[in-house]
């Protein structure tokens, strides 16, 4: 049989062929031990010593094409392969597995969207500060010297890492450092919210170790506790939708603040159900008061020119009040049918 024939052949063949099966089927056909291109080599014996040299160079050149055009079109038939497998198992990472199409937003971070609009609507905008803090911004420049009891009221969870001057690096006990951040670098007026994670060692129905908090902080000339009552008054009343919301300031005490308050909400259950604004009973929801001036020294302002007030509100609380929810546990157990049930859709924004 003539080479150039077999050439042709098998090109053509190769060419026809769309998986690797079919590849290898040729491939035995030509080059296997009864192929084609084998039995020419054969057929070499019965030939002159000179024609063996002129007739085998040529068909070994045959063979080392064939063979060239076999790897080739393995290679390109591998490539399709793995294209086709890979379209046929892409999955689109950025689309909700089928049974959550109907994917909700964490009560929390509803809260979270709730909390900024509200104050957004009263012209405060949003800061923030890392989770990680030194002992700086999250104690001492909130005038909590170490060695002050005030460090015991916030079970600290410590990091063995060390900020420059050799302390411990903690996880911020509450959003508060985040009061420091800004006065250290903005000018007053300052009107801010800062909505973050926070740390205490602490676990039960009522505490996780990891909460959230929004922070405030106002700071002007003439800034006075009556406005900051009345923000946070509002500020409720719009959370909760309670227009008529029965609230109480309580005297407490705060390093950062003086005076301090703590402020609670009335409520009452009624046939199992939680009324929030009404009642007998309270919920203690925040801590705030009038920043103390030794803050704002420490912050290099001039306590006798500025003044103003700040508050810190456990966003997990108010949640909780206000969707009913028992156990502060539940935000965080990761449980996708909890989810569903207690979740939002973007339609009851
Ligand atoms: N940082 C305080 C806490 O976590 C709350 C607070 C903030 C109190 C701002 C007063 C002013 O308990």
């Known amino acids: 049989m003539d080479n150039q024939k ?32 084998t039995d020419l080599l054969k057929s070499l014996k019965n030939l002159s010593i000179e024609e063996k040299k002129s007739k085998g160079a040529e068909i070994n050149l045959l063979r080392e094409k064939a063979l060239f055009l076999f ?21 689109d990472i950025t689309f909700p597995p089928p049974h959550l199409i109907d994917a909700k937003i964490h009560p929390i971070s509803k809260t979270f969207d709730e909390v900024i609009s509200i104050f957004g609507s009263m012209g405060y905008t949003v800061a923030e500060g890392p989770d990680i803090e030194t002992d700086f911004f999250n104690f001492s420049a909130l005038n909590i010297p170490e060695d002050h009891p005030a460090r015991e009221m916030q079970d600290t969870f410590y990091i063995e890492d060390k900020d420059e001057k050799g302390k411990p690096l903690v996880l911020r006990t509450h959003t508060s450092p985040v009061q420091i951040r800004t006065l250290l670098n903005e000018k007053p007026p300052i009107k801010i919210i800062a909505p973050g994670r926070t740390y205490r060692c602490d676990s039960d129905s009522t505490h996780s170790p990891m909460f959230h908090q929004v922070e405030g902080l106002f700071i002007n000339e003439n800034a006075n506790m009556g406005d900051l009552k009345g923000t946070l008054i509002e500020f409720c ?20 603040t003086e005076p301090s308050a703590e402020m609670d ?28 001036p030794v803050v704002l020294e420490n912050c290099k302002l001039d306590s ?32 996708l049918n909890w989810l569903a049930k207690h979740g939002f859709s973007l339609g009851e924004y």
């Open 304 to 335: 006798l020119k500025f003044q103003g007030f700040a508050f810190g509100m456990g966003l997990d609380r108010i949640t909780m009040l206000k969707q009913g929810l028992t156990d502060i546990r539940s935000f965080f157990s990761g449980n």
């Open 265 to 292: 909400i009335a409520y009452e259950i009624v046939d199992n159900k939680m009324h929030i604004g009404k009642g007998e009973k309270w919920l203690e929801i925040l801590g705030c008061g009038m920043v103390n």
């Open 71 to 91: 790897e080739s079109k393995l290679k390109h038939i591998k490539t399709s392969e793995i294209n086709s497998k890979l379209n046929s198992e892409f999955i």
């Open 6 to 37: 077999v050439l042709k052949d098998i090109t053509k063949e190769i060419e026809l062929a769309s998986s690797q099966d079919q590849l290898q089927k040729i491939k035995v056909a030509y080059l296997g031990k009864k192929g084609k291109i």
């Open 237 to 256: 009343k719009q959370f909760f939708e309670v227009q008529d919301l029965k609230v109480r300031f309580r005297p407490s005490y705060f390093p950062f």
